[in-house]
């Protein structure tokens, strides 16, 4: 197969909340000589009850992209796999392969813009139940669309985040 699979939105699991503990426990331990804030779970598999594809998207909070550089190599240890996506606001990584995705782990300066956005959307998800149904409705019509083209799949939901976000009244980074 080349390329990444093709955009499959899987039934809520409950176990996602686990897998994430449990990994995120593993990724602790390499990333802290450049850990800076928590290590979160972000994305659809974390807000309970929505539908997702089954790949737990991690966020954990570094000082700065330079300086956690040294980290794309420490992380190889855990399987992850380094692409240079979006590399000027994140290193992102993919387990165990791009072929076969279980995890996403996204290392972005805490407390940037990017890191607010994703938590604040976080938020969004887990408190409004009619959110997750209009954003559960998009996914699905989304992944049918560009079943094969995972960047239009996620580019396309792009406006629907910035609206939930226009909507969202500043808090914490937390």
Known sequence: MNGPPPVV????????????????????????PWAEGPIEHIGSTS?????AKPIIDIMG???DLASSRPAI???????Y???EYKA?????????????????????????????ERIAFRGRLRADATLREAYCALKLRLAAEF??????????KSDF??????????????
């Open 147 to 156: 079943r094969d083209d995972r960047e239009a799949y996620t580019e396309a």
């Open 73 to 79: 190599e420490a992380l190889k240890a855990l399987s």
């Open 61 to 63: 909070g570094v000082r």
């Open 161 to 174: 985040i910035a609206a939930a976000l226009a909507q969202n009244t500043p808090g914490p980074m937390r």
């Open 47 to 51: 807000a309970p009850g929505l539908p």
């Open 9 to 32: 939105i899987a039934p809520y699991d409950p176990a996602w909340p686990a897998m994430f503990e449990s990994e995120r426990a593993l990724i602790a331990r390499v990333l802290a």
């Open 88 to 116: 000027d606001v994140m290193h992102w990584f993919c387990k165990p392969s791009d072929q076969l995705r279980t995890h996403h782990l996204h290392l972005v300066p805490y407390g940037s813009l990017v890191w607010r």
């Open 81 to 83: 796999c380094y692409f």
